[in-house]
């Protein structure tokens, strides 16, 4: 086996590592989910939150690891082309050198960047490093936004068919909604409720 031929099995490899880590991530994302309804149940909305959090993170990683095993897999089945058709250039072999300890580290800004390394040595690229950029950057970060905190908790709540009691501590403001919204909001779940129950 030669040097390349190595470096691209560790590739493949390294892209299914990378699908493995976003399947971990989808098992945490519903083991979050459980421990939110555990959490409305016990009428704990503070714990519920930092569970729901931890839902939404886990859920933008598996999209992450998915997107960045996709990214490898392309770029492996170019390298595939390139020594199959002994097209290897000098700069690419250089490239590879350093790819394999990166690999390991799973650490996916550091393998972007091994990524766009790569994607600079073929004409057209499979995947657009742009476009990937974008959307690392925007859901890599650790903010969860509270929108999607808020309706999570409540996806979960109707779900554990609880009432969801988001009234914020004496003192505070914030947009709770009024207690028409709620009463509405109540209606509708009462109706859903039914609906399911018709099914």
Known sequence: MSA???????????????????????KEEKLEKAKIKKAIQK???????????????????AINFLRMSARVDAVAARVQ????????TKSMAGVVKSMDATLKTMNLEKI?????KFEQQF?????QTQQMEDTMSSTTTLTT???????LLQEMADEAGL????ELPQGQTGS????????????????????????
């Not at 009432?163 to 988001?166: I, K």
């Open 4 to 26: 390349m031929e190595k470096h691209l099995f560790n590739l493949k490899f390294a892209a299914k590592e990378l699908n493995r880590n976003s399947k971990k991530c989808d």
């Open 43 to 61: 009428g704990n909305t503070e714990v519920a939150r930092i569970h729901a959090e931890n839902a939404i993170r886990q859920k933008n990683q």
């Open 81 to 88: 082309t390139a020594v199959t058709m002994g097209k290897v």
């Open 112 to 116: 972007s960047a091994l990524m766009d």
């Open 123 to 127: 004409e057209t690229l499979d995947v």
């Open 145 to 151: 936004p509270q929108s999607q905190v808020d309706l």
């Open 163 to 166: 009432d969801l009691n988001m």
């Open 176 to 199: 709770v909604g009024t207690s028409v919204a709620s009463t509405e909001q109540d209606e509708l779940s009462q109706r859903l409720a039914r609906l399911r129950d018709q099914v």
